[in-house]
Structures are given as C-alpha cells and as structure tokens.
Nanobody, 127 residues
Framework: QVQLVESGGGSVQAGGSLRLSCATS????????LAWFRQAPGKERERVAS????????SYADSVKGRFTVSQNGYKNPLILQMANLKPEDTAMYFC????????????????????WGQGTQVTVSS
C-alpha cells in the first residue's frame, strides 16, 4: 500500500505561482512512478506531469510544458509540483498518484494505470 497526501493548493491571480507537495508513505521505493493529475468540473482527469523515481525522469503535458516543474529530492521525500505563470485554465482539483509501472508507461499512462491516489488539492486561478 502507498499513501499520498497533497498540500499547497489555493487561489492565485493569472501569472502567479503555486507549489504543490505530495507526501508519500508506505510501500514505495526507487522504482515507482509518481504523477500529478488534474480534473476540472465537467472534464476528464488528465495527467499533468510524471516522475519516475528510478532515474528522476520527468515528463509533462503540452499544456503545462515550460511552466510547471515536477521534482523529488530522493524517493522518500515529497513530490513537488512547482507551477508558474498560471492561467485560468489551470483551475482544477490536483491529485497525486502512484503506480508500480514501467518508465515508459509512467510517462504516457492515463488514470486507469495508477492504483494509488491522494485526496486532491484545489487550485483556482482568476483572471
């Protein structure tokens, strides 16, 4: 089992920044895939960024590339999503997810590939 707890959401004006944190615990090691997903009202949950702990390899959705940075300082430490130049369309509930999957699937997988989820943290960006 893996436990995930997100924090750091809030409200910000367009152009601002937020830093989300995902604390991990339980049976997690250096070969896990961690990811950030988001879901806006009426929309499907989409993967924003992935981070494969073995090798510290990150990937991003095109919509956030160049604005968001995902990182983790060692697999026992929180997964961080640094968000900059936020836009109103970034408004959503953000979820941390984990899975024991291959590096390739880690960076192309959808929500059905992830078995562990946090409770989510709300991000609201006003124009």
């Amino acid at each position: 089992q893996v436990q995930l707890v997100e924090s750091g959401g809030g409200s910000v004006q367009a152009g601002g920044s937020l830093r989300l944190s995902c604390a991990t615990s339980g049976n997690i090691d250096f070969s896990h895939c961690l990811a950030w997903f988001r879901q806006a009202p009426g929309k499907e949950r989409e993967r924003v960024a992935s981070f494969y702990t073995g090798g510290a390899i990150a990937s991003y959705a095109d919509s956030v590339k160049g604005r968001f940075t995902v990182s983790q300082n060692g697999y026992k430490n929180p997964l961080i999503l640094q968000m900059a130049n936020l836009k109103p369309e970034d408004t959503a509930m953000y979820f941390c997810a984990a899975a024991y999957i291959s590096p390739k699937l880690c960076h192309v997988g959808t929500q059905s590939d992830f078995g562990f989820w946090g409770q989510g943290t709300q991000v609201t960006v006003s124009s």
